[in-house]
């Protein structure tokens, strides 16, 4: 069970955590009722990180869940085995998948001290988390590239059209803001291109499973070897 060394996070709510795990979750992580102990600007950031984090990503982390959690211990076992060194526990918990379920609670305010974590390291930690559990803030620049792209093909063949029909005030400058903007968008397609490359290699230097085995059923020797 992880838990923040400043105690904000009650040790009492591990009970109600046990309590669950034995119903069979494998993994029972703690979800803050309301987050009024966090100031105005770190609850709406927060928001926004969580909205943001499971709209590119495929791999969807709760709400307002930090490391407070009970994991048996075969996903003990299963994230010990990742070979991954920058790890992004969160989205590492939620790869992993097993039976997961929620157990609330209030979290008390601080009572010594005050938090290092400020907002350059939370915004480090938000920039880890995106890039580590997707590879869409890659992809996103073959769409930008391709819209800008077409977006100059439709300008050209307006401007075509106008000046065969009314005439060009001013000569040339239609054209070059075409061929600027035609070619810029190729060049964000071809940037997109490379992304999908780095993408995946990404994906393949992680080295994760291709699937995790919860349970072995019908054969007593694999099933001791699961229990050992």
């Known amino acids: 069970v992880p838990i923040d060394v400043d105690m904000q996070d009650p040790p009492e709510v591990i009970g109600p955590m046990l309590d669950t795990w034995r119903q069979g979750y494998e993994v029972v992580y703690g979800v803050r009722r309301n987050r009024m102990t966090d100031s105005l600007p770190k609850r709406l950031t927060a928001d926004l990180y969580y909205r943001a984090h499971n709209w590119l990503s495929m791999d969807k982390i709760p709400e307002h869940a930090g490391d407070f959690r009970l994991l048996d211990r075969q996903v003990v076992e299963v994230i010990k085995r990742m070979p991954e060194r920058n790890r992004f526990m969160k989205g590492l918990f939620a790869w992993s998948g097993f039976r997961q379920t929620a157990v609330e609670y209030d979290r008390a305010e ?74 810029g968008g190729v060049q964000l397609l071809s940037l997109g291109i490379l992304g999908e490359y780095v993408g995946r290699i990404l994906v393949e230097t992680k080295h994760r499973p291709i699937y995790i085995v919860r349970q072995r059923v019908g054969c007593a020797e694999a099933a001791e070897k699961d229990l050992g």
Do not use: C, H, Q
């Open 110 to 183: 601080r009572e010594v001290g005050s938090t290092k974590f400020n907002y350059w390291k939370l915004w480090t930690l938000a920039i880890d988390g995106i890039t580590s559990a997707s590879t869409a803030p890659l992809r996103v620049w073959s769409y930008l590239g391709a819209i800008i792209a077409v977006v100059a093909l439709v300008y050209a063949v307006f401007i075509g059209v106008r000046t065969i029909l009314l005439g060009n005030d001013v000569a040339g400058y239609p054209s070059l803001m075409v061929a600027i903007l035609f070619l």
